[in-house]
C-alpha cells in the first residue's frame, strides 16, 4: 500500500538559511499534519492542512510557513534556521473528518550546524 | 504542560508474555486515542485506536482499553513478540474534525527472548 512519501530525508543547513521539506500524502487523503520531534521527545504539532486550507496551528515559529496545494502535496519552509530547528520532522495523512487515524511519513532529519 | 503522560520511560517484558502500556491523559476534551509504534529512523506507524464511546478495542494482539473515569488507557500485548521492541507513543486528540494529535512521551518496550 502507498505510504506518506517525505523529501529529502536527510537535510544539512547552516544557521540563518532556508529549507523546504515536502510531503506527499497517502492517495485520497486530504489532511496533512506537520510535527517536529526533538532528540528524546515526542512529535509536536505544528501545523496542519483540510482540503488546501489551513486547519489548525501549533507551536510554530512564524520563521516557518507551510501550505497545501492543489495535489494535496504539502511544503514547509523554514527561514532563518537556527541550531534549535535541528529535529526530526514528520508529516502525516488522514482521510478528511472521519475518526483520526493520522499516517505518517518516514520523516525528515534536519540538521543546522 | 503536559497532557498526555506516559510514566515508564522503558518496559522489558518476556516472549511470549502480555505487555501492558499505560497512558494517562489529562484533557477532558480529548476523545480519540491511538497507539504508535516507533522504530529508529521511521515514522511512528499506527497500531490501533478507540473512540471514547467504547471501552474496549481489538486487533489480534493488540487490545486497547479506556477507562474515561480515570483518564487511563492501556495497550495490552499478546503474545508479546521480539519484533514488538520499540517505542511506543500514546496520542490523543478531539474527533470533531480533523484535529491535531497530542502524543505522550513515550514507552520504550523492549522484549527478551
Known amino acids: 500500500a502507498a505510504g506518506v512519501i517525505q523529501s529529502p530525508r536527510h537535510l544539512i543547513k547552516e544557521k540563518r538559511e532556508t529549507a523546504t521539506l515536502k510531503c506527499y500524502p497517502i492517495?485520497?487523503?486530504?489532511?496533512v499534519y506537520w510535527y517536529q520531534q526533538g532528540p528524546g521527545q515526542d512529535p509536536q504539532f505544528l501545523i496542519s492542512?483540510?482540503?488546501?486550507?489551513?486547519?489548525d496551528k501549533g507551536s510554530i515559529p512564524d520563521r516557518f510557513s507551510a501550505q497545501q496545494f492543489s495535489d494535496y502535496h504539502s511544503e514547509l519552509n523554514m527561514s532563518s534556521l537556527e541550531l534549535g530547528d535541528s529535529a526530526l520532522y514528520f508529516c502525516?495523512?488522514?482521510?478528511?473528518?472521519?475518526?483520526?487515524?493520522?499516517?505518517f511519513g518516514p520523516g525528515t532529519r534536519l540538521t543546522v550546524t | 504542560d503536559q497532557q498526555v503522560k506516559q510514566n515508564s520511560p522503558s518496559l522489558s517484558v518476556q516472549e511470549g508474555r502480555i505487555s501492558i502500556l499505560n497512558c494517562d491523559y489529562t484533557?477532558?476534551?480529548?476523545?480519540?486515542f491511538l497507539w504508535y509504534k516507533k522504530y529508529p529512523a521511521e515514522g511512528p506507524t499506527f497500531l490501533i485506536s478507540?473512540?471514547?464511546?467504547?471501552d474496549k478495542n481489538e486487533d489480534g494482539r493488540f487490545t486497547v482499553f479506556l477507562n474515561k473515569s480515570a483518564k487511563h488507557l492501556s495497550l495490552h500485548i499478546v503474545p508479546s513478540q521480539p519484533g514488538d521492541s520499540a517505542v511506543y507513543f500514546c496520542?490523543?486528540?478531539?474527533?470533531?474534525?480533523?484535529?491535531?494529535?497530542?502524543f505522550g512521551q513515550g514507552t520504550r518496550l523492549t522484549i527478551n527472548p
Open positions: 492542512f483540510y482540503e488546501k486550507m489551513q486547519s
Open positions: 502525516a495523512s488522514s482521510r478528511g473528518m472521519t475518526g483520526n487515524e493520522q499516517y
Open positions: 478507540i473512540s471514547s464511546i467504547k
Open positions: 484533557n477532558s476534551m480529548f476523545d480519540y
Open positions: 492517495p485520497r487523503h486530504d489532511t
Open positions: 496520542a490523543a486528540s478531539v474527533i470533531q474534525g480533523a484535529q491535531k494529535l497530542v
